[in-house]
Each structure stands twice: as C-alpha cells, then as structure tokens.
C-alpha cells in the first residue's frame, strides 16, 4: 500500500509495510519482548469473530493503515475505530498505548503478538502488504516475481494454527481493479492469480487511488475503487469479508488529491459494490514526508470525521443482508449503481453515479407501498414513490441515501 504509481518498465514499489519495518531498530523490538502481556484493564472485547464478521452488529470496520499509536485518541475523534499494521511489529508499548486509547488493531503475527494472544487489543493478524505486486531483492537489485499465492495460503494456515480465534487479513494491490499495472511484474494481466491468493485469508482488501494516480487510464476514474471490490466480492463468492482502501492525502501526487467530494464518492462506491470495512491510507510522501497528513489538512479531517460518524450511525444497516433482488435501476451506460437494505423498521437505499458526468435513474423498489415517500438522507425534501418507482438526477459522481419506514418485519 505504501506505493507510487509508476509507469516505468520495471515496478518500483516504494516503503510498503514490510519494508518501513525493517529501517526500524531490531533492537526496540527485542527489547518489547521482554515487557509483561498484561492486557490493558479498558481494552475492549474482541470485536471480529474468526471469519471476520464483527461480533457486534453495531459495529462496522473505519480503519487507519500503519499510523503511530500515539495519536490514536486523534483518529478515534474522527471516527476512526481500528488500526491496521504497526511499524514495529507490535511491540508491547504499541499495544499498550492503543488498549489505553481503546484502539483495537489488526497487526503482524510476530513473537510479541502471540505473547499477547489474551490481548483483546488484537482485533486481528495480517500478512505483508501487496504480496501480489513485484518484490523487491534488495536496493539496486531489481524486482522479482509476486510471491506465489500457495505460499500465501501456507502463512495463512501457520497463523490460523497459531491463533485460530482471531481473523487473518491480506491486502492486495491495484490489479485487482486493473489488470494492466505493471507493478505486477512478470503477473501483470494474470486477474486468475486473485481467486488463488483470497484462499489465504479471512478479510481481503486491496487499494487503488484514481485520483493522484499517474497513469491516463486511471487518474480521476473514481469508478475504478468500485470496480476492485465488485471484483474481490465475486472471486470471493460471498465467502471472505472484503475491505478496500481510500485516499485522502496527495499521496506522491505533489499537483492535486481527493477532494472532500471525491473521498465521499470512493467511500460509498466500495460499501455499495459490497465492502464491509474502509481503511483509509493517510501517508504523503510529496513534496514533504507526512505520516498522518489526513490530521493536518483540517478541510479533510471533518469532511472524513462527518463521514465517519455517519458509516457508524448506519453500521446495522450496512451489515444486515443486500436485498438485491427488490431493487431495480435503470439508467444510462449502468450510470447509477443502488443497494437496498432494511434494518429496524426502515428501507434504505444507497446510490452513486459511477461516472464523472450527470446522469439520470429510475429506481424501482419492491415491498415499498405506491405512494410511500422517502426521505433523503443528506438532503432536504422527500421523494414521491409512483408505482413503486421514482427518478433522481445525480451529479457527476454523485452520491443520494434514501430511508423510509416500512414496518417491523417487512
């Protein structure tokens, strides 16, 4: 994840996860060893089951990738509710500062992990990032091949048998949404490699970010973030909890990054295309070095806090069963992408045009009385059913959410 997007004739994957960790002091991390496993009187229960479905269906997985624990209660504030991956491995002052924050976090299985294996902090374990993409054989040496998915399945295994109480997560790179990145190697356009690779894990992610993106056939085609969780969400057949990564800083893209608009729009393309958790990738590279530069953009970090609150506020709803077969879109191209769901008395529905032009839909929703009005969510005013149908206009990648009551049981 920790990448540039490169058009180069040779993959030039940049401090991914594996490799900010070993600039690190070994030292500090022998030295954790050491430190007791108590676990943290107001750590919280463990909040996924072993598949990776939340324990609470109240819940739903806002997370933050690879940040420093000490400002936890920061991203916690902006409606951040998981970590995943650490610097340092864990070490025990890492989990102890997040149960003290209260700040669970999916992380690599190393000596001190397992030594805090009654540590309910530890939401989950993670394998090394992008494990797909071309690795690295050293500074000056080049690039290898991915690392094959069967040896993936075998880490997988390991750590399932280490702790099989907790989740493992795997995430991807932006082949999953683009078959013709280069950073692939010598797997570049083998999509058959994904299937393989998802067999390695309990939550699959993967991150693509359009908008600071330097290839032509990608940058500012947000739709591309949808495309990669409809795809995981297929190959996984509905088996594995599929995650996917948003942008928000300039990334290595010193000319432009997401607007608050833009970030809005990708956030709901994954959940409506069927993400069950966010992990927003906060890093800057260009033109200076930032590791939480989504804490030092204020426009951004209450554009995202509001937006975090309210993924939380819907959390039952967006965990409860799509019920596609009771929605109908009809739209230009496939414009208007829809899921409907229904949770404590009320319908909801969640659109987004996939395209940077307006464009029109007509939604067609059974189990919704004819004259039944719903209201928008975000916006003033309600819309009248007719025959069980109504059309909205959207912006160029816009977003509309929809909730009308229906009744208990319905």
Known sequence: MLRKETKNAEAEP???????????????????????????????????????????????????????????????AAGINLYVGLYQGPTAEELETLAKAGMPVICDQNAVGLEHKNDP???????????????????????GPPVKPDVIVEEYKKMREADPSRPVMLNLGQSVAWDNYIGRGVRRNHPEDYPEYIKGSDIVSFDIYPVVHD????????EYVARGVQRLAEWTHGEKRVWNCIECTHISNVNTKATPEQVRAEVWMGLIRGSHGIIYFVHQ?????????????????????????????????????????????????????????????????????LRNEPSHATFSLRGISAGAELARLEEDGKVEMKDGSFSEDFASYGVRLYKVPTGEGR
């Open 14 to 76: 940049i401090l991914n996860a594996m490799n900010l960790r070993i600039f690190l002091p070994a030292l500090a991390l022998l030295g954790s060893t050491l430190l007791s496993a108590e676990v943290a009187p107001n750590s919280p229960a463990p909040i996924f089951k072993p598949n990776g479905t939340p324990t609470d269906p109240n819940y739903f997985p806002i997370a933050v990738w690879l940040q420093s624990p000490r400002n936890a209660a920061r991203y916690k």
């Open 121 to 143: 902090i530890i939401a989950g374990w993670m394998h090394g990032d992008e494990p797909d993409n071309a690795q690295s054989l050293g500074k000056g040496k080049g690039y």
């Open 215 to 222: 290839s032509p056939e990608i940058a500012g085609k947000l």
């Open 285 to 353: 590279f260009k033109p200076s070095f930032k590791e939480a530069a989504l804490l030092d953009d204020p426009e951004m970090l209450a554009a995202v806090t509001k937006l975090n609150h309210q993924i939380q506020q819907l959390a039952p709803v967006l965990n409860s069963p799509t019920l596609a077969e009771d929605l109908s879109i009809q739209s230009p191209n496939g414009a208007i992408t829809g899921m409907l769901k229904r949770s404590g008395g009320n319908t909801y529905l969640f659109a987004v045009n």
